[in-house]
Every structure is written in structure tokens, then in C-alpha cells.
T-cell receptor, first 114, second 114 residues
Framework: EPEVTQTPSHQVTQMGQEVILRCVPI?????FYWYRQILGQKVEFLVSFYNNEISEKSEIFDDQFSVERPDGSNFTLKIRSTKLEDSAMYFC????????????FGPGTRLTVL | AQSVTQLDSHVSVSEGTPVLLRCNYSSSYSPSLFWYVQHPNKGLQLLLK??????LVKGINGFEAEFKKSETSFHLTKPSAHMSDAAEYFC????????????FGTGTRLLVSP
């Protein structure tokens, strides 16, 4: 089965610090997503990305968050100044043709903000 | 807007007995529906998906789900539970825009006792 990978698996940071979470999607996938799951809660959509621009973002995705795909392979989520409430599992997901494929999830990055 | 409601936060079964995890959906479009499984400290794995083909969908590990439009339901079943089925199960609907933003239910934790 195709695999989306994410690094790091676990990131611990101090409040106010910047973090970058990385995702390597499957090579032929065109649509990319970030979701997060706060401990004990449901998975929430953050942002979708297509053709090198954000196609949709949730209300969670404020000015502290940004995404990019700088080199055509890695897909990154940056949090500029982390808050305690940013502590969560962050999942990257990707899929290919519109309406014809399955959304594949990475294993997640557990972000802990102290 | 799309939404899913998972009717049980926890389901407990004995090994070898049937599993039923309930999900109702709300959608303005003809929905795509999914079940994902999350084992402890693991990522999200697709169990099965419905995308307007056959209403009875078979997935991995012996799971299946039936799409019932009249009841707006997409319940997940398995004839005989195995200890390894213990996990969190998420019913998911896509938003129908073609970008397939996923909307997750709150999850059902399946407990399997010997």
C-alpha cells in the first residue's frame, strides 16, 4: 500500500517557539491536507493545499499557521509561535485525482508544547 | 455542511462475537463515506469506503459496512471480533466538493475481551 511519511514522529517544544512538521506524500498525489487530533478528541481538518496554494482552511488555521511545498516533494506545516493548546497529533494526508482516489494518512507527528 | 454522528463512544464485545459500530451521516450531496481505524499510538488506516457503487462495502480484516440512504446510516460490522480489533474507529464523510476534505465523527472505542 502506498505510504505517506511524516517527520518527526514526536516534537517537544517550548511555548512561543516555531515548529515545522514535515510530510512526504506519495509522488503522484496532487491534493494535500493537514488534520489535527487533540488528545481524546476527534480529528479536525486544518487546511487543504492544491497547485501550490491553499484551497481551503478551517477557523483553527489562523495566522500562526502556514503551509508550503517548497521542493515539490515535502509538504510542511509551520506553526510560528506555539501555544499550549497546539499540543496535538498532526496528520498529513494526500490523494491523487479529484474524486477518484483514497485519502492516505501519514502516521502523525505528536506535538507537545510545554 | 456534511457531518457524521457516531452513536456509541464505547462498544465492548467478547472475542468471537459480532461487532456493530453505528454511524449516521448528514450530507447535502451524494456522500462518500469511510471508516478509518486507529490503533493505540498509530496513524489512521482506511478500513473501507463507499463511493456510490455497491451499497454493501467490504473492507480489510473482515469488516464491512452497508450504506442505507433511507436511514442515512453507514454502520460498520464484523461477524466475529478478534482481540486485534481493539482500537478507535472513525466514521468519516467527504464534503463533496471534489477536494475531499474529510469530516470525522467523534470515534467509537472498541474493546474486545477474551
Amino acid at each position: 500500500e502506498p505510504e505517506v511519511t511524516q517527520t518527526p514522529s514526536h516534537q517537544v517544544t517550548q511555548m512561543g517557539q516555531e515548529v515545522i512538521l514535515r510530510c512526504v506524500p506519495i509522488s503522484n498525489h496532487l491534493y494535500f491536507y493537514w488534520y489535527r487530533q487533540i488528545l481524546g478528541q476527534k480529528v479536525e481538518f486544518l487546511v487543504s493545499f492544491y497547485n501550490n496554494e491553499i484551497s481551503e482552511k478551517s477557523e483553527i488555521f489562523d495566522d500562526q499557521f502556514s503551509v508550503e511545498r517548497p521542493d515539490g516533494s515535502n509538504f510542511t506545516l509551520k506553526i510560528r509561535s506555539t501555544k499550549l493548546e497546539d499540543s496535538a497529533m498532526y496528520f498529513c494526508a494526500a490523494f491523487g485525482e479529484r474524486g477518484t482516489d483514497t485519502q492516505y494518512f501519514g502516521p502523525g507527528t505528536r506535538l507537545t508544547v510545554l | 455542511a456534511q457531518s457524521v454522528t457516531q452513536l456509541d463512544s464505547h462498544v465492548s464485545v467478547s472475542e468471537g462475537t459480532p461487532v456493530l459500530l453505528r454511524c449516521n451521516y448528514s450530507s447535502s450531496y451524494s456522500p462518500s463515506l469511510f471508516w478509518y481505524v486507529q490503533h493505540p499510538n498509530k496513524g489512521l488506516q482506511l478500513l473501507l469506503k463507499y463511493t456510490s457503487a455497491a451499497t454493501l462495502v467490504k473492507g480489510i480484516n473482515g469488516f464491512e459496512a452497508e450504506f442505507k440512504k433511507s436511514e442515512t446510516s453507514f454502520h460498520l460490522t464484523k461477524p466475529s471480533a478478534h482481540m486485534s480489533d481493539a482500537a478507535e474507529y472513525f466514521c468519516v464523510v467527504s464534503d463533496g466538493t471534489g477536494f475531499q476534505k474529510l469530516v470525522f465523527g467523534t470515534g467509537t472505542r472498541l474493546l474486545v475481551s477474551p
